[in-house]
């Protein structure tokens, strides 16, 4: 929603504009420049500008707005409008029902992950204090809620940029398992030396082909931290590495828990059996596309260390 518009709709009113006007100018002005859910968009973030939730809204559409609170929202609509994410320009996130605040230096997570993070709180049910790490952590959402589900697990957190990081720590702070995660910052298990071998390695990795990456939505290519989404020729060369270097950090037994692009699956077995890794299975997600792997470390097979 541009100034221009707010002007030209503004001449010649005798009273404030409302939410429900807002709203409506907003939601036309979205989906001319082709944003989706248009109008669930300018309801979200008019919420975010009156601090308040979209029922509010819905029970108070006629709350008149006054000028600071109007020139807010045109600001918000004017970026979104660029495609800029919404929950980029709210700062937050729903994950697991947890508020996780989340920027442009971490990838927005999406509900898909919450498989990864079942598949890892039920592979260590029954083990009493298992060490669990999170690989690429980012917005650190699947340690925060492994931290929060399973009280007496040891938990590392890793990601290569110190940005990332830090939104991370402040969002197990928000959380209070600050104290029980260990954030490490480097590539992939270079911060691990000093970690001991581990139950579980569970990650979300970039797995975006370098062709693919053009033909994502605005939002995702402009705007989501290229780091943390392209993943080589064929999106698989973070699988390589961890399969390759995880294995010395797994304890005979331990699992892989990884996230998966679509059609990925059968190669990225492949990967894990050449590093005798061997899956147990392939889950859904929502839309019954195979989206995370659960495998298991079996050194015998091969040899390998």
Not at 167 to 187: K, Q, S, Y
Request: charged share 25%; net charge negative; glycine share 6%.
């Amino acid at each position: 929603m541009t100034e221009h518009t707010v002007k030209t709709q503004s001449a010649g009113r005798t009273r404030p504009w409302t939410s429900l006007d807002l709203v409506k100018t907003a939601a036309e002005f979205l989906a001319k420049k082709g944003v989706e859910n248009a109008r669930l968009e300018a309801e979200v973030l008019l919420a975010h500008v009156l601090n308040c939730d979209r029922v509010f809204l819905y029970t108070h559409f006629d709350r008149p707005l006054v000028p600071t609170e109007v020139d807010e929202y045109r600001d918000l609509i004017r970026r979104r409008a660029e495609r800029i994410p919404t929950k980029y320009l709210t700062g937050r996130c729903e994950f697991f029902s947890l508020d996780l605040e989340v920027d442009p230096s971490v990838l927005i997570p999406r509900p898909e992950t919450e498989f990864l993070v079942n598949a890892a709180i039920e592979a260590v049910a029954g083990n009493p204090e298992p060490i669990l790490v999170d690989l690429g952590t980012g917005s650190g959402n699947i340690a925060i809620v492994l931290a929060k589900t399973i009280p007496d697990a040891g938990i590392y957190a890793s990601d290569i940029s110190e940005d990332a990081l830090e939104v991370a720590r402040r969002n197990a702070e928000r959380h209070e398992v600050a104290d029980r995660i260990t954030f490490l910052c480097g590539d992939l298990f270079a911060p691990f030396d000093n970690v001991p071998l581990v139950d579980v390695i569970v990650s979300n990795p970039p797995y975006v082909a370098d062709g693919e990456h053009d033909g994502l939505q605005p939002e995702i290519r402009l705007y989501e931290p290229d780091i943390a989404l392209r993943a080589g020729e064929d999106g698989l060369a973070f699988f390589r590495r961890i399969a390759c270097e995880g294995r010395s950090h797994l304890k005979a037994g331990g699992l892989m828990i990884l996230e998966i692009g679509q059609g990925q699956g059968d190669a990225v077995e492949g990967i894990l059996n050449e590093n005798a890794i061997e899956v147990r299975k392939v889950i859904p997600d929502y839309s019954k596309i195979e989206r995370v792997v659960v495998a298991t470390y079996q050194p015998q097979k091969t040899g390998a260390e």
